[in-house]
């Protein structure tokens, strides 16, 4: 069985929305303070991800709290879940979980 070293979640958003993704980053800063890292505000696709997004990096002991409050508070915004198990093709394509709508991942990124 492997085992989850980690969580990422990605808050999707456009130009459209992006004041709506910056909002949202500075609630959960103040709602789990370090109890995750914030990765960099990407305004333009980055890796597999087809949208601007910013990465959250948390632990599995905060992974039911984070997404019940993601689930209650995204708005109009989408949100991509993933463990990290070392197998980064697997872990998005096969092991994933959407808040909001799905979209097309680029696998080739990740070698798939």
């Not at 333009?44 to 993601?70: C, I, N, T």
């Not at 198990?85 to 097309?104: C, E, F, N, P, V």
Request: aromatic share 14%; charged share 20%.
């Amino acid at each position: 069985m492997t085992a989850v070293v980690n969580w990422h979640a990605h808050v999707y958003f456009d130009q459209a929305t992006r004041d709506t993704a910056w909002a949202l980053r500075e609630s959960i800063a103040a709602r789990f303070g370090e109890r995750l890292e914030i990765g960099r505000f990407h305004e333009r696709p980055v890796g597999p991800h087809p949208m601007w997004s910013y990465q959250l990096k948390f632990d599995s002991a905060l992974f039911a709290e984070l997404f019940e409050w993601l689930a209650l508070n995204h708005g109009a915004l989408d949100v991509f879940l993933h463990p990290n198990t070392g197998d980064a093709l697997r872990d998005h394509r096969d092991s994933a979980a959407w808040i909001g709508r799905s979209y097309q991942l680029n696998l080739a990124a990740l070698g798939g």
